[in-house]
């Protein structure tokens, strides 16, 4: 059976979950960021030059950062759900005063503490 597609209902709620994401990475808030990981040895992470496994890992790797995200404009962001408790998120963004254009995606899964972030990947052209 076919998940339905984007209901409104659930793609308002994890677009505005996105944004809270979003909102959080640019103003360097990591408690934000850790609370929408999903606390989970299962969630992964793979970064620009890095992978991380597990959320405490994932928290870790936030924690080492000496400061916060550099500003970015997303370029363009598509989100999809499938029925009422997983969704992708995935944007091409462009970092302030440079010219490529990177990728980022999220799967999201409804949890018991709301939608959280199970597996995140972010690139820029090599």
Known sequence: MTPEINLPEVLAEVTAVFA???Q???ANQPAVLDELFWNSPHTLRYGFSESHYGHAGISAFR?????QSPPRELLRTVITTYGRDFATANC?????????VGRQSQTWLRTA????????HVSLPG
Do not use: I, K, N, Q
Not at 92 to 100: K, L, P, Q, V
Not at 113 to 120: E, F, I, M, P
């Open 20 to 22: 809270r994401y979003e």
């Open 24 to 26: 959080a990475l640019m």
């Open 63 to 67: 924690a080492s950062l000496p400061v």
């Open 92 to 100: 091409e963004f462009r970092r302030e005063g440079a010219t490529a």
């Open 113 to 120: 503490d709301g939608w959280r972030v199970v597996a995140a």
